[in-house]
């Protein structure tokens, strides 16, 4: 996720050590802490197997927002798009 953030095409400069991302509220790396920290594994792989997962990412660049959604690709839809090229 941080590598795609930065690729996003923004102006914003990501800045690792500020950078904050929870899965479904969980905490799982936080830049100011060193990076990746300690969480409930469990409750992260519960939350991953739920119907919508929410997954937050603070820059640390104050205020503003953004909302994106995405999908469970399954295999056969990854096999299918990947044997041609548009």
Do not use: K, Q, W
């Not at 795609?4 to 950078?19: E, H, I, M, N």
């Not at 409930?40 to 792989?45: F, G």
């Not at 739920?50 to 999908?71: I, K, M, T, W, Y």
């Amino acid at each position: 996720m941080a590598e795609a953030s930065a690729r996003a095409g923004t102006p914003a400069v990501l800045d690792p050590d500020r950078l904050r991302i929870a899965i479904a509220g969980h905490l799982v790396f936080d830049g100011a802490a060193g990076g990746p920290v300690n969480f409930d594994r469990a409750a992260a792989r519960a939350a991953m197997n739920a119907p919508e997962v929410v997954l937050s990412l603070d820059l640390g660049l104050g205020a503003g927002r953004g909302e994106a959604f995405g999908c469970d690709l399954t295999e056969t839809y990854v096999i299918e798009n990947s044997e041609y090229t548009t």
